[in-house]
């Protein structure tokens, strides 16, 4: 049975166990969120269209990581879309039954305020019920799916799960004060080792640590599948979410180029670690070989 056959004839209890899975992932991933009062005030001071500009930019995250590594991999660019319509819609869903719940949404609260709250929070769990349908599969759908080593994920697509993990890590950081504070007080020295540090960590722990999904530390054929060429453009590409994050937060305004620059290094670190996950997730270097032999050699 081939592996669409298999999803138009999933049964009721498959389609419940997707949506239980999908919402716990979702919850998982998104509860920090949940209970960040920072997220609960942005939601209603950033202006409209810089929420609705996360939003899209999540959205095209999602769609990249299903086509990466998604929940059908041989549905077609239609399903692809929908499926990621399915993510965003469950995330806003939990997103509002969530935040009712704990008594952040209330009667008298405005329309405009309940939208901000609810939209801001459904972008991780949207990441989560993702990463769950997709990578917290049973072992019988990796097997109807024709297993994870049929997949071979290129460079291109690997940084660009680089940049959604990136973007999932640093969204818990960015709204609240820390990140702003420390890369404010940090000395020049201190910013400079913490990049380093941000670029050797990762580079170890994709490419040495021999985690699941991890490769061995060999060059490949395009200048962009060498580990070290690799590395620097995902933590550039970190670097570049995190600015993003600060601007849409409205961090950046009135704040002085120093200040940017070291509030960016301080949250490209946990945006690089992010970033370094997301490709541990997809993994695809080359197809076939065992991790650990790999590693080894």
Avoid: C
């Avoid at 997103?95 to 008298?108: H, I, K, P, T």
């Avoid at 972008?123 to 049973?138: C, E, M």
């Avoid at 072992?139 to 990136?166: H, M, N, Q, T, Y």
């Amino acid at each position: 049975m081939s592996p669409e056959d298999a999803s138009d004839r999933r049964s009721p209890r498959e389609s419940a166990q997707n949506l239980v899975r999908a919402t716990g992932g979702g919850l998982l991933i998104g509860l920090p969120l949940l209970f960040t009062q920072e997220v609960w005030y942005h939601g209603f001071v950033l202006h409209p269209l810089k929420i609705l500009f996360l939003l899209g930019v999540a959205f095209v995250v999602v769609v990249g990581y299903n086509v990466t590594s998604g929940f059908r991999e041989d549905g077609t660019l239609f399903e692809v879309l929908v499926d990621s319509v399915e993510a965003m819609g469950l995330g806003i869903l939990v997103a509002l039954v969530a935040l009712f719940l704990l008594g952040r949404l209330e009667a008298d609260m405005s329309l405009r305020e309940v939208v901000g709250k609810v939209a801001l929070e459904a972008i991780p769990i949207a990441f989560g019920a993702s990463l769950a349908r997709s990578q917290l599969a049973s072992s019988d759908d990796d097997e109807d799916d024709g297993g994870e080593d049929g997949k071979s994920i290129g460079p291109f697509g690997r940084l660009f799960v680089a940049a959604g993990g990136a973007l999932l890590f640093s969204l818990n950081v960015a709204p609240t004060d820390e990140p702003v504070m420390l890369g404010i007080e940090a000395d020049w020295w201190l910013l400079l080792l913490l990049m380093v540090a941000s670029i050797l960590l990762t580079f170890a722990l994709v490419f040495y640590a021999d985690f699941r999904g991890g490769r061995p530390a060999r060059a490949g054929d395009s200048p962009m599948d060498h580990p070290l060429s690799e590395t620097l453009a995902a933590y550039a590409i970190s670097l570049g979410v995190s600015v993003l994050l600060f601007w849409s937060f409205d961090r950046t305004e009135g704040t002085g180029l120093r200040a940017i620059v070291g509030m960016t290094v301080v949250l490209g670190f946990v945006a690089s670690l992010g970033a370094a996950v997301g490709r541990l997730l997809v993994g695809g270097g080359e197809a076939g070989a065992p991790q650990g032999e790999g590693a080894e050699g």
